[in-house]
Structures are given as C-alpha cells and as structure tokens.
C-alpha cells in the first residue's frame, strides 16, 4: 500500500539526488559502471517494458511501456481514449510491483470508478460481449438499493455494501478491491492543476513507491503551465509536452497522455498527426 505519510520526508532528498544524478555530466566509464553494478544487483527496469495488458498495443510498441518515455493517445471525441487509458492503468495496477497515477481533467473520481465498476462486470475472454453492466445499469442498481433501505426503514447502506450485495456487480468490485490500493486517481482543475503542482505530486508518488509508477494525463492540451506565458496553443502545447517529458526523464517513469484533436480532424474521415491540438509540438 502507498503510504503517502512518508512522502513528504522523502521529497527533498530524492529531488536532490536526482538532480544530482540527472544534470551531473558524467564519463562513459562511470556510466558503464553504475548499468553494469544495477545488472549485478538485478535492477533490469531499463531493459524490461512494462506490459499496457493490449497485446498487440504492446507488440507495437516493443513490448510496452518504457520509463523515461513519453506515450501520446490520440483520437475523435468519444472514440475511447478515456477508457482505454483507464484500463491500461488498471491493468498495469494488477501488477503487485507497480502504481498507476491518473489524472483527469475531463471527470472526477466517483465516475472513473463507476466506469471501472462497467468494466470489470464482464470478462471478454469468457463472457458474451454486452452483457456487462451499463453506466445506467449501475445508477439505477444504487438507486433502487437505497429506495428499497429507505422502505424498510432498516439503516443506511453505502456503495461497497450495494455492489457486493448484488450479483451483477459482485465480482466487478471484487477484482477492484485487489488493486485498488495501487491505482491512485485525482481530479484535476486547469485552473490550479500546473505542471510545476503535476511534478512536485509525481516526485512525491515516485519516491514513495520507489519509481515503480506509470503516469497517465487525462488530457494534455488542458493542463495549466502557469507561472509560464503561451502566445498560441501550439507554444502551450510545447511547453506541456517538455514538461511531461521532462518528468518521465528526470523521474525514471512512463508517462501515457491523451490528446484532443482540433475541428478540422473531428470533420476528417481519418485522423492525422497535424489534426491533433498543437500538432508541431505532438509531431516532435
């Protein structure tokens, strides 16, 4: 479990180690020998992608993601980005040794965790596709458990009660409760959610689990870079895409970011690279 208590004392001296270690200029020779001493200790982290859970995403992309790069998700609107990165953080959070961060601009964390209730309510390997629990399907299961404890006068029941108590949603908050420890959610505000706040936030996440943490940016083109001043969206877009990949560098993590496209893509019949928001900065 992440302890977020020993965050704070750990972030100072990490940030000084990493920039020390970071923006130090070193020889080749000593390079070579701190890879070949992490190699002798068994740290392989640089030599071993960390699996999105989409095989043939991952095929793609030499077998999944990699710390220190920068993951673009592009698409329309209402395509399944969203949803798509949601899972891949799940999956990722699966995993025992690693920690998702997502952080949403576009919805809170009750409905992410409605959407992942949806998700885990069916197993698509096993099960026909459409049977699992709709957005709906689960307001209208809480509503009518609630109405139905307000009948009987019998107390009140909260949400983890309800859907454990129901055979549809049963074993959808079953599988969460087996990573939900590793799956850290936030929602963001443009408005005071900066890059300069974004990165002190993964600094302290980083340090705590160790650097065992996957960052996902939900979406790109909305967070704030104040105290910086952009002329034009694509400058902001720029300053945003050195940020975050500054973060992935500096931090040793993967970070996935979903990005919107512009009008004149959302008409296209297929979406290119110079469709999205910024495009130049995105191309790069």
Not at 12 to 41: C, F, H, M, W
Not at 173 to 196: C, G
Request: overall charge positive; some cysteine.
């Amino acid at each position: 479990m992440l302890n977020m208590a020993t965050v704070n004392s750990r972030s100072a001296v990490s940030r000084k180690n990493t920039a020390r270690s970071g923006y130090t200029p070193r020889s080749l020779k000593q390079i070579l020998r701190e890879a070949d001493q992490k190699v002798v200790q068994g740290e392989l982290d640089e030599y071993l992608p960390v699996p999105t859970g989409f095989n043939q995403i991952d095929r793609m992309i030499g077998g999944g993601l990699r710390k220190t790069e920068l993951v673009l998700l592009g698409g329309r609107q209402g395509i399944g980005k969203t949803i798509c990165a949601l899972q891949m953080a799940r999956n990722l959070a699966l995993n025992e040794a690693t920690y998702a961060f997502y952080v949403s601009f576009e919805h809170n964390e009750v409905h992410l965790l409605n959407r992942l209730v949806c998700m885990e309510s069916i197993d698509p390997t096993k099960e026909v596709v459409g049977t699992g629990v709709r957005l709906k399907d689960l307001h209208n299961i809480v509503v009518s458990a609630r109405a139905r404890e307000w009948v009987r006068n019998e107390g009140q029941v909260g949400l983890h009660q309800i859907l454990s108590g129901n055979p549809k949603t049963a074993k959808a908050i079953e599988r969460i409760n087996s990573y939900a420890d590793r799956l850290i959610m936030m929602k963001a505000s443009p408005a005071v959610t900066t890059l300069n706040a974004l990165r002190e936030m993964v600094q302290r996440m980083a340090d705590a689990t160790g650097g065992k943490l996957v960052l996902f940016v939900d979406y790109l083109q909305k967070l704030a870079i104040y105290p910086e001043r952009a002329t034009s969206e694509g400058e902001k877009v720029t300053i945003i895409v050195e940020g975050l990949k500054d973060i992935a560098m500096t931090m040793n993590i993967p970070v996935v970011a979903i990005v919107a496209a512009e009008r004149e893509g959302l008409k296209a019949r297929r979406l290119h690279m110079f469709h999205l928001r910024g495009s130049s900065a995105l191309d790069y």
